[in-house]
């Protein structure tokens, strides 16, 4: 007989929620309210880079979320990262610029 792990089925919520939940990516784009207003991607969320440091808990306080930065060409994202850095956030990606991440994140 199999190990009842084994025999629960597919749609098993439990099951399916170990299976189908992929680690916290949070998207945060850190350009200008202008830019911001002009187009951004619809997974991600609006804190420039100068608020960064005051504004990151309110969107995730684990330390080990994958975060993927942007902003127009990929400065302000590398301001962002550093700081992000420094409070011990672990997984900080800098993606570039917004025409970069557009075709990484449709």
Do not use: F, M
């Amino acid at each position: 007989k199999p190990p009842a792990a084994i025999e629960a089925p597919a749609t098993d919520p439990a099951v399916a929620a170990a299976v189908d939940v992929p680690d916290e990516v949070v998207i945060i784009d850190v350009r200008s309210d202008e830019e911001w207003d002009s187009g951004h991607l619809d997974a991600a969320i609006h804190i420039p880079h100068t608020e960064i440091a005051q504004k990151i808990e309110g969107v995730t306080s684990n330390k080990d979320a994958k975060i993927v930065l942007y902003c127009a060409v990929g400065g302000r994202a590398g301001k962002a990262k550093k700081v992000l850095d420094l409070l011990g956030y672990t997984r900080v990606e800098n993606a570039g610029g917004y025409d970069d991440i557009k075709k990484q994140y449709k």
